[in-house]
């Protein structure tokens, strides 16, 4: 796959899945906005964002001769619009950060604590775990709800910039994955209990129920959780961000 059209909520989260789908870093890809998306206003006149996302053809470089190098040993003074532009050599330039997987992490720990600044919150500490191409950072602070927003709402979206902060700095592909509080953990407990009272609901009325508009995140959690059941089946229904999940008894 060498490119893929995404639909998300914001083009933010539409390139972030895309990269995920095709399992490139940002710098291998071309990035066509399609449509930028509306948020609407209490629910209406939302569209969500679509990208189009192309890996680009890495080009093989020859490499140059040693006996061809031209080494430039003393500073010249170039005159460029009356601004004098000092030409170094080779051995006086600045070094220029190469992509590692550790910058990017560094990188990305540095953007969230800049977030978390400017939302008056000054005690944040983050611990990282690797898990393989998973990077999971972990956020304590006594201002936790604040970085969680309603139904983890904030904490999606720091997540999806991140992994984009992330993305623009790792030479290989890694996931950003966030938790505060060990939030993320609660939820899928509290979601796999919805998720069974509202199938028994289901066969018990023989009505399909309905769930509100939820991430793909939360939607997956509930797929999953009632996998097993062969009295039921869940399936999602309209477009992000109000897209949701049904569940329907099997009669």
């Known amino acids: 796959m060498n490119q893929i059209t995404q639909t998300a909520p914001t083009k933010e989260e539409a390139i972030t899945i895309a990269l995920e789908k095709l399992g490139v870093p940002m710098q291998d890809v071309s990035i066509t906005v399609v449509e930028e998306g509306k948020k609407g206003f209490l629910g209406f006149g939302v569209k969500p964002a679509v ?17 061809e190098k031209i080494e430039i ?3 010249q003074q170039v005159q460029l619009h009356n601004t004098e532009v000092s030409v170094l ?23 969230i604590e800049k977030i978390a600044k400017e939302m008056k919150i000054d005690d944040l500490v983050i611990t990282e775990k690797r898990d393989g191409k998973f990077v999971h950072l972990h956020l304590n602070s006594d201002k936790a709800a604040l970085l969680i927003g309603k139904r983890g709402q904030t904490l999606n979206a720091l997540e999806n910039l991140s992994q984009l902060v992330a993305n623009k700095f790792s030479n290989s592909f890694i996931i950003i994955k966030l938790d505060v509080g060990n ?6 407990e509290s979601l796999e209990q919805l998720a069974e009272r509202m199938a028994d609901k289901a066969v018990r009325t023989g009505k399909k129920v309905e769930f509100e508009p939820m ?5 997956k959690i509930i797929h999953h959780a ?11 229904m309209g477009t ?7 569940i329907e008894p099997i009669k």
Do not use: H, W
Not at 183 to 188: K, N, V
Not at 215 to 219: L, N, P, T, V
Not at 240 to 246: A, C, I, S
């Open 226 to 236: 009632l996998s097993v059941r062969v009295d039921i089946e869940t399936y999602s």
């Open 215 to 219: 991430s793909s995140f939360e939607r």
């Open 183 to 188: 939030y993320r953990e609660r939820r899928r």
């Open 73 to 75: 040993e003393q500073p």
């Open 51 to 67: 990208v189009q996302v192309t890996v680009l053809k890495k080009e093989i470089v020859e490499e140059v001769p040693k006996t």
């Open 240 to 246: 992000d961000p109000n897209r949701y999940l049904v």
């Open 89 to 111: 050599s080779e051995k006086e330039e600045t070094p220029v950060k190469q992509q590692t997987n550790e910058l990017a992490i560094e990188e990305t720990t540095r953007y």
